[in-house]
């Protein structure tokens, strides 16, 4: 495996410090790093081969922003972004190649594959109910990997945006057969656990993942960043972990 050197974004955080632990393992240093507050030098990180971000939402127009001033692939690993934030950082993407997955572990991506299959095949008949739990500090909601999910299901389904009900409460009259419940549960130290739900009449299957380390995500992430220095993403464009696993 070539020598990676990486650029950081977020490296105090829970998943800067994983990806310090992964990235040797993967024959990858961090050769430039930023937190709150840093400014970002752009002689050094144009010397970088890719950029990681797992910081904050607004945090990541900025970064996506240098790294199409210097010509470095980019790494997204943040969630929660405004649609304002994703239009800027998608005008970025016009420039470079981007890899941008709301969950970078290869369970996670089966999972998103299992869950297309599972809304065809089972079809209107079936009431999904996503749910989602996550630590106590994570600052938005719901995941990024449960939006995708829903997404997943509104595309195989043929639903909209207006389809989708985040949670309930009070006297919310019977379940639209086309609904998609959505619920972010918080808690303690949970590091990502999504259940999907497919409810008919007479059975009910559930899908479900729970990652127990942030190390699966790292992994991923830094297998991403390979992925792009080898040239895959080509010269811009944004793809998905599932182009990275060959799920595609
Ligand atoms: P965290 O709060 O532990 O760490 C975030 C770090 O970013 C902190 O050190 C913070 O100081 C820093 N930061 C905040 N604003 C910044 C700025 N403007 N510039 C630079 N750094 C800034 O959070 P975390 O658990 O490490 O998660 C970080 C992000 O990654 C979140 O959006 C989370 O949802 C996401 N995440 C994604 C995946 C995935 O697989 N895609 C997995 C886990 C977490």
């Not at 310090?20 to 937190?35: C, F, G, S, V, Y």
């Not at 409810?199 to 830094?222: D, M, W």
Request: charged share 25%; with cysteine; hydrophobic share 40%.
């Amino acid at each position: 495996m070539k020598p990676l050197s990486l650029f950081l974004n977020g490296y105090k955080g829970r998943m800067g410090c994983a990806i310090m632990d992964e990235a040797p393992r993967q024959n990858a240093e961090i050769t430039l790093k930023a937190d709150m507050g840093d400014s970002v030098d752009a002689t050094a990180l144009a010397k970088c081969d890719v950029a990681v971000d797992f910081s904050f939402h607004s945090a990541t127009p900025e970064i996506a922003k240098l790294c199409a001033e210097v010509g470095r692939p980019l790494v997204i690993g943040t969630t929660g972004h405004t649609p304002e934030q994703r239009a800027l950082i998608e005008q970025c993407a016009q420039k470079i190649p981007i890899v941008w997955a709301g969950n970078y572990s290869v369970g996670v991506n089966l999972l998103n594959y299992l869950t297309q299959k599972a809304a065809r095949v089972l079809g209107a008949d079936y009431n999904v109910e996503i749910v989602e739990m996550h630590h106590r500090h994570k600052k938005d909601a719901p995941s990024g990997t449960a939006v995708k999910l829903v997404d997943i299901v509104r595309q195989a389904r043929e639903l909209s945006e207006d389809d989708v009900c985040y949670g309930r409460h009070g006297i919310t009259g019977e379940r639209p057969q086309n609904q998609i419940g959505m619920h972010a549960l918080r808690g303690g130290d949970v590091v990502g656990d999504h259940t999907v739900i497919f409810a008919g009449e007479g059975e009910r299957v559930e899908l479900s993942h729970k990652a127990s380390n942030r190390t699966v995500f790292a992994q991923g992430a830094v297998r991403a960043a390979r992925w792009l220095a080898e040239g895959n993403g080509g010269k811009s464009g944004i793809h998905g972990m599932d182009s990275v696993l060959g799920l595609k």
